[in-house]
């Protein structure tokens, strides 16, 4: 059962991540509100893809992406940033950090949905090239 | 009551209303803050951080409801903060103005969305926040911008000593309820967190590492330890490392001075300490504890019958396990009431605007205190408490408060001051509205009663008197088209709203000095749920939590035993008593009576009525005056018409019919 | 702060009238007066009082003066009049059968009863006035609440 871990700050929007998900059938939901509480989850167990927002207080999202990405075990896991209308300069950042993908807030729960579908056959199908 | 737009994230409107609820509520109290730097050359740069993120999380979730105007809104103030942020703008009264004028307008659009009104238009704010933008950049190429000092609470408690904190997370820890942010929060309750960095072990487990200055003591530390958080003293020579991903420690939330005269609350407790619970669940929760006294009753009743079959040591003990969970029931019962207990301090948050709004309006100088804004009220009773405390103080300011001119010639201070407290007394809240104004002219309010035909007693009034004359029906304010009284709204309401509550309303005035208007409200409400029956063509509510069961009975089936009638149950035959015949009403004529079941067992017993007619949630007052105590009535409800409805307790009429067959309860007759 | 009951020494009463004759009450002790609706009976009651109200949110006790007094119960009429008052900590309702009026008695207008002024009510007046041309009892409120805690047992036959 692959884990999708949703990272933002607001309680609203990881609700509505979730729902957008939700047709995945297999998959079980973990929540965080900052980055310290994120890579808690990840460490208490294996994560299968994480949307992480960016524009976190204490933590910043692409600070929580370089502390896993800097680590063995969690450089592969596949990373879907969410960012904000006219931060580019953020979304660029996180890419070069190591996020595999962005999408725009607002997002369409669709898209989010077929990113997630496509990410997560490719991690069960092998490593990335 | 929220309207689908297509947006397909229209579900979480209410999610989205509570968490904007939030961001605003922490807008308001930062821009008051932020308000005393204008024109000081620090700038509380913290309450700028955590301003800039309030209105940065209520551009994305309004972004994602598709409430275009509020997510535009909200990135005009997030770019004014965002240059502040950045020293390209520097906070003058103007910028200030546009921030109130834009949270407002923001507040207005969210709050017209939920109710499906018509919201106001954005565009002044904005191009206000605009010229506010243009000017501050004018003023940036005119001269040289002067650094601004960095004044953030963290310098004023760095002197305490410093602390190496480290957690790891485990499953076992999880499952007693410790995280990291459980951790985090516990830190912040002890200190001041300066840096918090994630790092991993040589084994590859995660750990956590705070740097805390705080003044621990061995207890704090053993505590910590238990839950997997060891603190060591840092030293001086060590200084926390750069890189890793580390969180900055000005983007912590900082606790604020509150705005108001209570110097102890200031910094006390962090908002993150509390969380937010479902009403509904807490209701659930009071009623099983309700239906825990009652099956505490039941057991008591039955041990009673075994009494004289037990030795009489034996029965000490048992009578001392009762005393016992007698005692934690009520524990447990008033704990959970006091869940429902929310500071009174939410209905306070806005007075401040208003008052600086009207102020401004009426070419008045009024400052407005705030006391006890922690003491707690019942969550019911603080959204019915908001209107009437708006009006008192609307009044104060419009009514109370003189003109600076006028306070000047009185040998008064220019500047009016409003007092609002809340106090605890017993098991009473008192809310008390107080301004140093002109006081209330009795002279005035008798002839504006006598102008409305309303009866006034001779001679001089004392202030009850005059209260009872300004909350008279048709004693309305005397300028209908000055809005700044409360829309119209009298006195009246405002009396009428307390004491509905069981509260009630009191005026102390003295011309030239000041009136001060008090509210008492008891602190707890009792809302239980109950059976509505007919007896008689008299109406009684009976807790649900007594009731076993509720079934139909013919008449013509009831069998005659001696005295008692009886139906067959459940295999045995149950005893009927008619609750008309207790309460000396006539007889229902209906062949199909209707019955609920009390009690189990060989004490079961149907008490017997014309009709159950339903199920309510009901609000229970005291029967407070020893006239009309009576065995068998536990308490009055009110269904909504106004009439007192009598609230039965079953077991104690099971227990009376079952000791004393021939007793009837006598009536008393009264003319209808 | 306030203003008391008294003017030149006068006090103010509220007047009513049980059974023909025209009691008074301070008006210091008088919260408030409302018409009478809906009543509910409250079983085992003492038979003076006919029930309970809402009054301002509070469960009050109605007690019908008619029958205090030992008058024959009269059924309630668009006249008939609550008088919500307070002594000692408690609120009731008193059912009378009109009121209206305000007036200023000054205390040397008030004599003792009479010996003779037995009575039905005699036990609860505490002084007779003469305003004008009337007769006025003024009451004592403390004796028209106090009543038998087990005055219920005495109900049962």
Same mark, same amino acid.
């Given at each position: 059962?692959?884990?999708?871990?949703?990272?933002?700050?607001?309680?609203?929007?990881?609700?509505?991540?979730?729902?957008?998900?939700?047709?995945?059938?297999?998959?079980?939901?973990?929540?965080?509100?900052?980055?310290?509480?994120?890579?808690?989850?990840?460490?208490?167990?294996?994560?299968?893809?994480?949307?992480?927002?960016?524009?976190?207080?204490?933590?910043?999202?692409?600070?929580?992406?370089?502390?896993?990405?800097?680590?063995?075990?969690?450089?592969?896991?596949?990373?879907?940033?969410?960012?904000?209308?006219?931060?580019?300069?953020?979304?660029?950042?996180?890419?070069?950090?190591?996020?595999?993908?962005?999408?725009?807030?607002?997002?369409?729960?669709?898209?989010?949905?077929?990113?997630?579908?496509?990410?997560?056959?490719?991690?069960?199908?092998?490593?990335?090239? | 009551?929220?309207?689908?737009?297509?947006?397909?994230?229209?579900?979480?409107?209410?999610?989205?209303?509570?968490?904007?609820?939030?961001?605003?509520?922490?807008?308001?109290?930062?821009?008051?803050?932020?308000?005393?730097?204008?024109?000081?050359?620090?700038?509380?740069?913290?309450?700028?951080?955590?301003?800039?993120?309030?209105?940065?999380?209520?551009?994305?979730?309004?972004?994602?409801?598709?409430?275009?105007?509020?997510?535009?809104?909200?990135?005009?103030?997030?770019?004014?903060?965002?240059?502040?942020?950045?020293?390209?703008?520097?906070?003058?009264?103007?910028?200030?103005?546009?921030?109130?004028?834009?949270?407002?307008?923001?507040?207005?659009?969210?709050?017209?969305?939920?109710?499906?009104?018509?919201?106001?238009?954005?565009?002044?704010?904005?191009?206000?926040?605009?010229?506010?933008?243009?000017?501050?950049?004018?003023?940036?190429?005119?001269?040289?911008?002067?650094?601004?000092?960095?004044?953030?609470?963290?310098?004023?408690?760095?002197?305490?000593?410093?602390?190496?904190?480290?957690?790891?997370?485990?499953?076992?820890?999880?499952?007693?309820?410790?995280?990291?942010?459980?951790?985090?929060?516990?830190?912040?309750?002890?200190?001041?967190?300066?840096?918090?960095?994630?790092?991993?072990?040589?084994?590859?487990?995660?750990?956590?590492?705070?740097?805390?200055?705080?003044?621990?003591?061995?207890?704090?530390?053993?505590?910590?330890?238990?839950?997997?958080?060891?603190?060591?003293?840092?030293?001086?020579?060590?200084?926390?490392?750069?890189?890793?991903?580390?969180?900055?420690?000005?983007?912590?939330?900082?606790?604020?001075?509150?705005?108001?005269?209570?110097?102890?609350?200031?910094?006390?407790?962090?908002?993150?300490?509390?969380?937010?619970?479902?009403?509904?669940?807490?209701?659930?929760?009071?009623?099983?504890?309700?239906?825990?006294?009652?099956?505490?009753?039941?057991?008591?009743?039955?041990?009673?019958?075994?009494?004289?079959?037990?030795?009489?040591?034996?029965?000490?003990?048992?009578?001392?396990?009762?005393?016992?969970?007698?005692?934690?029931?009520?524990?447990?019962?008033?704990?959970?009431?006091?869940?429902?207990?929310?500071?009174?301090?939410?209905?306070?948050?806005?007075?401040?605007?208003?008052?600086?709004?009207?102020?401004?309006?009426?070419?008045?100088?009024?400052?407005?205190?705030?006391?006890?804004?922690?003491?707690?009220?019942?969550?019911?009773?603080?959204?019915?408490?908001?209107?009437?405390?708006?009006?008192?103080?609307?009044?104060?300011?419009?009514?109370?408060?003189?003109?600076?001119?006028?306070?000047?010639?009185?040998?008064?201070?220019?500047?009016?001051?409003?007092?609002?407290?809340?106090?605890?007394?017993?098991?009473?809240?008192?809310?008390?509205?107080?301004?140093?104004?002109?006081?209330?002219?009795?002279?005035?309010?008798?002839?504006?009663?006598?102008?409305?035909?309303?009866?006034?007693?001779?001679?001089?009034?004392?202030?009850?008197?005059?209260?009872?004359?300004?909350?008279?029906?048709?004693?309305?304010?005397?300028?209908?088209?000055?809005?700044?009284?409360?829309?119209?709204?009298?006195?009246?309401?405002?009396?009428?709203?307390?004491?509905?509550?069981?509260?009630?309303?009191?005026?102390?005035?003295?011309?030239?000095?000041?009136?001060?208007?008090?509210?008492?409200?008891?602190?707890?409400?009792?809302?239980?749920?109950?059976?509505?029956?007919?007896?008689?063509?008299?109406?009684?509510?009976?807790?649900?939590?007594?009731?076993?069961?509720?079934?139909?009975?013919?008449?013509?089936?009831?069998?005659?035993?001696?005295?008692?009638?009886?139906?067959?149950?459940?295999?045995?035959?149950?005893?009927?008593?008619?609750?008309?015949?207790?309460?000396?009403?006539?007889?229902?004529?209906?062949?199909?009576?209707?019955?609920?079941?009390?009690?189990?067992?060989?004490?079961?017993?149907?008490?017997?009525?014309?009709?159950?007619?339903?199920?309510?949630?009901?609000?229970?007052?005291?029967?407070?005056?020893?006239?009309?105590?009576?065995?068998?009535?536990?308490?009055?409800?009110?269904?909504?018409?106004?009439?007192?409805?009598?609230?039965?307790?079953?077991?104690?009429?099971?227990?009376?019919?079952?000791?004393?067959?021939?007793?009837?309860?006598?009536?008393?007759?009264?003319?209808? | 702060?306030?203003?008391?009951?008294?003017?030149?020494?006068?006090?103010?009463?509220?007047?009513?009238?049980?059974?023909?004759?025209?009691?008074?009450?301070?008006?210091?002790?008088?919260?408030?007066?409302?018409?009478?609706?809906?009543?509910?009976?409250?079983?085992?009651? &003492? !038979?003076?009082?006919?029930?309970?109200?809402? +009054?301002?949110?509070? /469960?009050?006790? #109605?007690?019908?003066?008619?029958? @205090?007094?030992?008058?024959?119960?009269?059924?309630?009429?668009?006249?008939?009049?609550?008088?919500?008052?307070?002594?000692?900590?408690?609120?009731?309702?008193?059912?009378?059968?009109?009121?209206?009026?305000?007036?200023?008695?000054?205390?040397?207008?008030?004599? &003792? !009863?009479?010996?003779?002024?037995?009575?039905? +009510?005699?036990?609860? /007046?505490?002084? #007779?006035?003469?305003?004008?041309? @009337?007769?006025?009892?003024?009451?004592?409120?403390?004796?028209?609440?106090?009543?038998?805690?087990?005055?219920?047992?005495?109900?049962?036959?």
């Amino acid at each position: 059962m692959p884990k999708i871990l949703i990272v933002d700050d607001s309680a609203t929007i990881r609700k509505m991540v979730r729902s957008s998900l939700r047709p995945l059938a297999d998959a079980e939901f973990a929540e965080a509100g900052n980055g310290l509480e994120a890579i808690e989850q990840i460490a208490l167990g294996p994560v299968a893809l994480i949307i992480l927002d960016l524009n976190m207080p204490d933590m910043h999202g692409v600070d929580v992406l370089k502390f896993l990405r800097r680590h063995q075990g969690w450089s592969d896991v596949p990373v879907v940033v969410l960012t904000t209308r006219g931060d580019e300069a953020s979304r660029d950042t996180a890419m070069e950090a190591g996020a595999t993908e962005y999408l725009t807030k607002p997002f369409a729960p669709q898209v989010l949905l077929a990113s997630a579908r496509s990410l997560l056959a490719d991690t069960a199908a092998g490593p990335r090239v | 009551m929220t309207v689908d737009n297509g947006n397909p994230f229209s579900d979480f409107l209410d999610d989205y209303f509570a968490e904007c609820d939030d961001h605003l509520m922490g807008v308001r109290r930062l821009l008051l803050t932020l308000e005393s730097s204008v024109g000081r050359s620090e700038i509380n740069r913290s309450a700028l951080d955590e301003l800039f993120r309030h209105f940065h999380s209520l551009k994305g979730i309004s972004g994602m409801v598709e409430l275009r105007a509020a997510e535009d809104l909200a990135h005009s103030l997030e770019d004014y903060l965002r240059a502040l942020r950045q020293r390209e703008a520097t906070l003058t009264a103007q910028g200030v103005d546009a921030l109130f004028d834009g949270a407002q307008i923001l507040e207005q659009v969210i709050g017209a969305r939920r109710d499906g009104t018509q919201p106001p238009s954005i565009d002044g704010a904005v191009a206000q926040i605009r010229r506010v933008l243009i000017d501050a950049a004018a003023d940036r190429a005119a001269a040289a911008p002067s650094a601004d000092t960095l004044s953030t609470a963290a310098t004023a408690r760095a002197t305490q000593p410093r602390w190496r904190c480290t957690f790891s997370p485990s499953a076992d820890l999880v499952a007693r309820g410790v995280r990291v942010d459980s951790v985090r929060k516990r830190l912040a309750t002890a200190g001041e967190i300066l840096n918090a960095v994630p790092r991993v072990t040589r084994d590859g487990a995660v750990m956590f590492e705070f740097e805390l200055a705080a003044a621990l003591d061995e207890a704090t530390l053993a505590a910590w330890r238990a839950d997997g958080i060891i603190a060591e003293p840092m030293g001086d020579a060590e200084m926390s490392d750069a890189g890793n991903g580390r969180a900055t420690p000005a983007g912590l939330p900082e606790l604020l001075p509150s705005i108001d005269a209570e110097p102890g609350q200031a910094g006390g407790v962090s908002p993150s300490h509390f969380v937010r619970v479902d009403l509904t669940r807490l209701d659930e929760l009071m009623r099983n504890v309700g239906d825990l006294v009652i099956s505490r009753a039941r057991l008591s009743e039955t041990l009673g019958r075994l009494e004289r079959r037990i030795p009489s040591a034996e029965w000490r003990a048992i009578q001392e396990n009762a005393v016992a969970i007698d005692r934690q029931l009520r524990t447990l019962r008033e704990g959970i009431m006091r869940v429902r207990l929310v500071p009174v301090g939410e209905i306070f948050r806005r007075m401040p605007f208003v008052v600086r709004d009207l102020a401004r309006e009426t070419g008045k100088r009024v400052r407005l205190e705030l006391q006890g804004q922690s003491t707690e009220i019942d969550k019911f009773l603080i959204e019915r408490m908001m209107d009437p405390v708006l009006h008192l103080v609307r009044n104060a300011v419009s009514h109370g408060i003189e003109t600076a001119e006028e306070r000047i010639a009185a040998g008064k201070r220019p500047e009016g001051t409003i007092v609002l407290s809340a106090a605890t007394a017993g098991d009473l809240v008192r809310i008390e509205v107080a301004d140093d104004g002109r006081g209330v002219d009795a002279d005035a309010v008798v002839a504006r009663a006598t102008e409305a035909g309303l009866p006034v007693p001779q001679g001089t009034l004392d202030a009850s008197h005059l209260l009872s004359l300004l909350c008279a029906p048709g004693f309305s304010t005397r300028d209908e088209s000055d809005r700044a009284s409360g829309r119209g709204v009298g006195m009246g309401v405002v009396q009428a709203a307390v004491e509905e509550l069981s509260g009630s309303l009191s005026l102390e005035t003295t011309p030239g000095a000041g009136t001060r208007f008090t509210l008492e409200l008891p602190v707890t409400l009792a809302i239980t749920d109950a059976l509505i029956a007919t007896v008689g063509g008299e109406t009684f509510a009976v807790p649900q939590g007594a009731v076993r069961e509720v079934m139909e009975v013919p008449a013509s089936g009831l069998l005659q035993v001696e005295r008692n009638e009886m139906t067959p149950y459940r295999g045995g035959a149950l005893p009927i008593v008619r609750l008309g015949r207790l309460f000396g009403l006539p007889d229902s004529t209906r062949e199909r009576l209707h019955v609920f079941v009390v009690g189990t067992g060989a004490a079961a017993l149907g008490i017997a009525v014309d009709r159950i007619v339903g199920q309510r949630e009901i609000v229970v007052r005291a029967i407070a005056d020893a006239l009309v105590r009576v065995e068998g009535i536990s308490g009055a409800t009110d269904l909504g018409d106004g009439n007192v409805v009598l609230i039965l307790d079953p077991a104690v009429l099971a227990r009376h019919m079952r000791e004393r067959p021939d007793r009837v309860f006598a009536a008393t007759g009264a003319s209808r | 702060m306030s203003a008391s009951h008294t003017v030149q020494g006068l006090e103010t009463y509220i007047l009513f009238t049980v059974a023909g004759t025209t009691y008074a009450l301070p008006s210091r002790d008088v919260r408030h007066m409302e018409m009478l609706e809906g009543v509910t009976r409250v079983p085992n009651a &003492p !038979p003076f009082v006919d029930g309970v109200v809402f +009054s301002r949110g509070q /469960v009050v006790p #109605v007690v019908n003066l008619r029958v @205090r007094f030992g008058f024959e119960r009269a059924p309630y009429d668009l006249r008939t009049r609550l008088i919500v008052v307070q002594s000692a900590g408690r609120v009731i309702g008193l059912v009378v059968d009109s009121a209206r009026e305000f007036v200023n008695i000054p205390p040397t207008a008030i004599q &003792p !009863p009479h010996e003779a002024l037995a009575g039905m +009510s005699g036990r609860y /007046v505490e002084g #007779v006035a003469s305003v004008g041309e @009337r007769l006025i009892l003024t009451l004592d409120l403390s004796r028209i609440l106090k009543f038998a805690e087990n005055l219920s047992m005495d109900l049962s036959s």
